[in-house]
């Protein structure tokens, strides 16, 4: 887009002369300084433009009392984001400006965490294509240290420098280094000394908000740079210098804990209750692949797809935000402030709202409700990254009483975990403060050297309506598009060819079912019938997933017959908890396991912890069992731990999960069709000359049959019962979770029992349920039906279907399910077993 060349960033970037008030007001006459400066004596000296810019507050911190609290950061006190991003690029032209063209274009940006993190990426982009980096405190397994250096005053002070390619800071060109301060000069200093030992230059630019050095100090850095023989720049917005008198220090600790010892507990009015019913999640497809920051390098290439990505994310932001709100703050996360940054500054451009930007810290700050002082309030909440140094209080200052009408939290993935959520978390902390809280997570960014052998990068879920006939949001396919291949063979010769040469079945497609008029009445009779069973069957499984699995789930169904199940329980996370649950549909073949770089994305994207495996229903547990061992080889490969293999189903009659809305085998509509109850999508097809080991498993769109698709009206027919299940599943959810739900896989006996009665000897030839009963009358050569006496008209589908292809239908007096559908005993040579393979004989 390239609207930070815009002049009114630059104007934008001079409006600073304004001081928070904690009511959401401004006030132009106190200085935010001035309650420090009467109690401790401390001096701010310098021009108007200095104290427009700083405040002061007293820091929990026994290393240095007092605070320079930035106006124009984004980290302490929330800030217009052009204002934030205009000071950052300014500095980043004046840089350009004092380099010239020839060492600009071989600059590196090295930026601070955490307060520095932002500013030091808006410098990058200031410069223009020059890559950028920012130091960390958070290690990362498998990626090489490049440098590290201490911070004395902080009150943590490792930084690490982890870039992606190891290269990034071995040039002979311009280094810039980018902090928000400089005080004393220390840090710079720390830093240089480092990379100078392992990358030596002719030249380093150092750049900050204020420089706050004495004399002695700026004498020291021009000796140091003497020493090393490189010439050493200063760029500053503004300068100045802090006046400290004697024993500032221990008058600071003592003012502290006096106030501490008087200040009400923050906690107060916080529900005891998780907040997620109160939280919005707002996916925003942040670009595959794209870093979340600096925290391992940002190159020009990646600020390109960034900035072409930015207005779409906004868009979906402002889509989530109620129509009637004023004033809303985009709030990073501790170092992630560059992506929030930039989210706020286009969001600024498209809503009427004043928007405000600022940060998550792990800085302790006193807070004080005076107009004179720079922190008037404090929300504090436990790390909710699982830091490396271990738990400890985070904190947001500046938001309560501030008046924002809806606050949208920025964190990382790996920060979108249990204690975010928690009654004593961030967003319980916003939420008692604002009536709308928004929480749009950016995946974070693991460099391919954090995981050996990493494959290529992945593509985007292809989403409706390019790809299915649903809506773009209901869910996205971790699939690649093979419409234009053909696939499908008549089901006898499919057979054949399976038996003749060994083929796997995933390697074709059977031809879809076209639905007899009555076929056709049938299911919608079905579907009136059985849709307010089906609405408390996916609200029992929903409330438990998430009472029991997470509370903010990560639905992943079994394509194709678990993904109307997935849209529904996304549905009823939405209507019965505000819930906007991220949906996607992967493959999973018979004997070769679920696609593992469908794992390998959702990895990258989200914590597998959250992620729970939706399908339809159960028949004698293969699925269930194909996919454990599958997930269990996968992270014994990858190194990835926390997928949790159990299956959510809408019905169990096999007893083979623990996650269901019930166990009763009874018809489910979807499936009586094929695609087109599944979005027009066919099965997955995983064959070697179509999918390579980097691609997703592939499938196809059936366009053409647009005009039998029911998918959509199914999911609204079940979605248009939810009101009246309400109360009856609340019930029901609580009665299922206190039951002893132990799978006792009695399924899987009844199956072997039944193939030895009939002589058949091969579970993987015996369908139980009406499901799978279905599915063989539908894409495979049945022998016969086993209908369980008085089971009525929940098959009515199955015995039309077998009339049709002339199977009989044996009535059995004792069966644990519905029915059961057998495969031609012709075809055992051609049917496929266990591994997915044919059956000898």
């Known amino acids: 887009m390239g609207r930070m060349n815009d002049a009114n960033d630059a104007n934008d970037a001079n409006d600073v002369n304004t001081v928070y008030e904690a009511k959401g007001a401004v006030n132009h006459r106190v200085w935010s300084g001035s309650w420090v400066a009467e109690r401790l004596g401390v001096e701010l000296a310098g021009d108007e433009a200095l104290t427009g810019m700083l405040g002061l507050a007293l820091r929990r911190n026994p290393k240095r009392a007092h605070l320079l609290v930035s106006h124009v950061l984004g980290k302490h006190v929330p800030q217009?984001?052009?204002?934030?991003?205009?000071?950052?690029?300014?500095?980043?032209?004046?840089?350009?400006?004092?380099?010239?063209?020839?060492?600009?274009?071989?600059?590196?940006?090295?930026?601070?965490?955490?307060?520095?993190?932002?500013?030091?990426?808006?410098?990058?982009?200031?410069?223009?294509?020059?890559?950028?980096?920012?130091?960390?405190?958070?290690?990362?397994?498998?990626?090489?240290?490049?440098?590290?250096?201490?911070?004395?005053?902080?009150?943590?002070?490792?930084?690490?420098?982890?870039?992606?390619?190891?290269?990034?800071?071995?040039?002979?060109?311009?280094?810039?280094?980018?902090?928000?301060?400089?005080?004393?000069?220390?840090?710079?200093?720390?830093?240089?000394?480092?990379?100078?030992?392992?990358?030596?230059?002719?030249?380093?630019?150092?750049?900050?908000?204020?420089?706050?050095r004495s004399p002695a100090d700026t004498a020291r850095m021009e000796r140091f740079a003497a020493g090393i023989g490189a010439r050493v720049d200063l760029v500053a917005a503004a300068s100045g210098a802090v006046r400290l008198p004697e024993g500032v220090l221990e008058k600071g600790q003592e003012l502290v804990a006096r106030h501490e010892a008087t200040r009400q507990d923050e906690a107060t009015g916080l529900p005891s209750e998780p907040p997620d019913g109160r939280i919005t999640r707002v996916d925003l497809r942040w670009p595959h692949r794209l870093p979340d920051g600096g925290r391992h390098g940002f190159t020009p290439a990646h600020r390109a797809r960034l900035e072409a990505a930015l207005p779409a994310m906004a868009a979906r932001i402002a889509e989530a935000l109620p129509a009637d709100a004023r004033r809303v703050l985009v709030l990073g996360f501790e170092e992630l402030m560059y992506a929030p940054l930039r989210l706020a500054r286009e969001l600024e451009q498209v809503i009427p709202a004043e928007v405000r930007f600022s940060t998550t810290t792990r800085s302790p700050v006193l807070a004080v409700d005076d107009p004179g002082y720079a922190i008037r309030t404090r929300l504090v909440f436990p790390a909710h990254d699982d830091p490396a140094d271990g738990p400890g209080e985070r904190y947001a200052y500046n938001i309560a009483g501030a008046g924002f009408d809806a606050v949208v939290a920025v964190p990382d993935s790996a920060a979108d975990t249990p204690a975010l959520h928690a009654p004593d978390g961030l967003l319980a902390r916003l939420a008692a403060h604002t009536s709308h809280v928004l929480l749009a997570a950016v995946p974070s960014y693991l460099p391919a050297c954090s995981s050996p052998e990493r494959p290529a990068m992945l593509p985007e879920p292809l989403r409706g309506p390019a790809f299915s006939s649903y809506a773009p949001e209901e869910v996205g396919w971790l699939l690649q598009d093979l419409s234009d291949v053909t696939l499908e063979a008549p089901t006898e010769e499919r057979e054949e060819a399976i038996q003749s040469g060994g083929a796997h079945y995933a390697e074709s497609l059977p031809v879809e079912y076209q639905p007899s008029e009555q076929y056709q009445q049938l299911f919608h009779t079905a579907l009136d019938a059985s849709a307010a069973r089906l609405a408390q069957a996916v609200g029992v499984v929903t409330e438990t997933v998430i009472a029991e699995r997470s509370p903010r789930p990560v639905l992943v169904s079994l394509a194709r017959a678990g993904t109307p199940v997935g849209v529904l329980m996304r549905r009823w996370a939405a209507y019965r908890h505000g819930l906007d649950l991220p949906h996607y549909a992967v493959s999973i073949v018979r004997g070769r396991g679920i696609d593992a770089n469908a794992l390998r994305w959702l990895a990258d994207r989200h914590d597998p912890r959250d992620v729970v495996f939706v399908d339809g229903w159960t028949g004698k547990g293969a699925i269930t069992r194909e996919l454990a061992q599958a997930v269990e080889e996968f992270e014994a490969r990858e190194g990835v731990t926390g997928f949790d293999p159990e299956i959510a189903v809408l019905a169990d009659p096999g007893s083979c999960v623990r996650t269901y809305g019930t166990r009763e085998d009874f018809l489910i509509p979807s499936a009586c069709l094929n695609s087109t109850v599944s979005g027009l999508i066919s099965r997955t097809v995983l064959r070697a000359d179509l999918v390579g080991p980097d691609d997703f498993h592939g499938a196809k769109f059936y366009r053409e049959l647009a005009a039998a698709d029911v998918s959509v009206a199914f999911l609204d027919a079940v979605t248009a019962r939810f009101p009246e299940v309400a109360d009856t599943v609340a019930t029901a959810a609580k009665e299922l979770m206190a039951e002893d739900r132990t799978p006792t896989w009695a399924g899987w006996r009844a199956v072997e029992r039944i193939s030895e009665e009939y002589g058949i000897h091969d579970v993987n030839l015996v369908k139980p349920g009406v499901g799978e009963t279905t599915r063989v009358l539908l894409r495979r050569v049945p022998w016969k039906i086993l209908a369980r006496a008085g089971a009525g008209a929940d098959l009515d589908h199955v015995r039309l279907l077998a009339g049709q292809r002339g199977v009989p239908v044996e009535e059995v007096g004792e069966l644990p399910y519905s029915c059961v559908g057998l495969i031609h005993p012709k075809y055992t040579r051609g049917a496929t077993g266990a591994d997915g393979r044919a059956v000898s004989v």
């Open 80 to 212: 217009s984001p052009a204002v934030v991003y205009g000071h950052g690029v300014t500095l980043g032209r004046r840089v350009a400006a004092l380099l010239g063209e020839a060492e600009t274009a071989t600059a590196v940006v090295l930026g601070y965490a955490e307060t520095a993190t932002g500013l030091g990426h808006a410098v990058a982009d200031g410069l223009g294509a020059v890559p950028y980096l920012h130091s960390t405190r958070r290690p990362v397994a498998g990626v090489a240290r490049a440098g590290g250096f201490e911070e004395s005053h902080s009150h943590a002070t490792s930084h690490l420098l982890l870039p992606e390619d190891p290269a990034l800071l071995a040039g002979d060109g311009p280094l810039v280094l980018v902090d928000d301060e400089f005080s004393t000069g220390n840090t710079v200093l720390n830093t240089i000394r480092d990379l100078h030992e392992r990358y030596p230059r002719q030249r380093y630019v150092v750049v900050a908000l204020v420089d706050m």
